[in-house]
């Protein structure tokens, strides 16, 4: 899909729109190739940045279904109560970026690997964060006009 589809006038530009973010979401939450973060832990992971945005709505859309670690991660459980590093060090980096993006350094990546997780892992997490970040923002400003 090209630019001009996107920047389309009217009802075709926003399903043109909607149709390529639905593709970033699948393409993010349960890629084929999962790179070992299973579609769970991405749903949590995800439902938590959405919480902590104030987007509950999508929180509870990405929760439905969760059950363990996932799950606790969703319903905002301490990474300090994660006993699993890797995942910790996810949820702690997916707090950081989400709160506090102005403040991430090369040493959260390298907190990320030293906890275990692959460079790819944490391409993937990175892509996972950055759209549900730009999802939940779109979604606000949706909100916003709306009113």
Do not use: W
């Not at 832990?41 to 938590?48: C, E, I, N, Q, Y």
């Not at 890797?86 to 102005?102: E, F, L, N, S």
């Amino acid at each position: 899909m090209g630019v001009a589809q996107l920047s389309g006038d009217g009802a075709a530009g926003r399903a043109a729109f909607r149709d390529s973010t639905d593709a970033c979401r699948a393409s993010v939450i349960a890629p084929r190739d999962d790179l070992g973060l299973p579609a769970a832990l991405r749903s949590g992971l995800a439902a938590r940045m959405c919480t902590l945005i104030g987007q509950g709505a999508m929180a509870t859309h990405y929760a439905a279904g969760l059950d363990g670690i996932p799950a606790q991660i969703a319903a905002g459980a301490s990474a300090d109560s994660i006993a699993d590093g890797a995942v910790a060090a996810m949820v702690r980096h997916c707090d950081k970026i989400t709160q506090t993006p102005g403040e991430a350094t090369r040493a959260d990546i390298d907190a990320l690997v030293a906890a275990g997780l692959t460079v790819p892992q944490v391409v993937a997490l990175s892509e996972l964060v950055a759209f549900t970040n730009y999802e939940t923002r779109i979604r606000q400003g949706h909100a916003l006009l709306e009113v």
